[in-house]
């Protein structure tokens, strides 16, 4: 007998990541995984990020329309990290005050 029990997955109940709009460390456990393909169901070769809740909420529930343009405008995937998020919140917040 095993005390430990059997686990048919690799999952580590301690694992941080690291959320991609504030840069907060969490447990994945408590993260929303975002994946900018907007495709969560095909997940072969693909590195999801993740957002803490009040990020999650912020991001995540606004109108899709125009967002992949945005992110492309913002040079996704072709630009380092950093200046990336600051493109697309830039953006953000510019269409936040045209919208308003
Ligand atoms: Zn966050």
Request: proline content about 4%.
């Amino acid at each position: 007998m095993t005390a430990t029990g059997w686990r048919p997955w690799s999952f580590d109940p301690d694992e941080q990541v690291t959320c991609i709009a504030c840069g907060d460390e969490l447990p994945r456990d408590d993260a929303r995984e975002y994946d900018k393909h907007g495709d969560r169901w095909s997940r072969q070769g693909k590195q999801f990020e993740y957002l803490c809740k009040p990020c999650y909420r912020e991001c995540c529930h606004q109108n899709r329309d125009g967002l992949e343009a945005a992110l492309v405008a913002a040079d996704a995937g072709r630009t380092d990290r950093r200046t990336f998020l600051r493109r697309f919140c830039e953006r953000a917040a510019d269409d936040a005050e045209s919208r308003a």
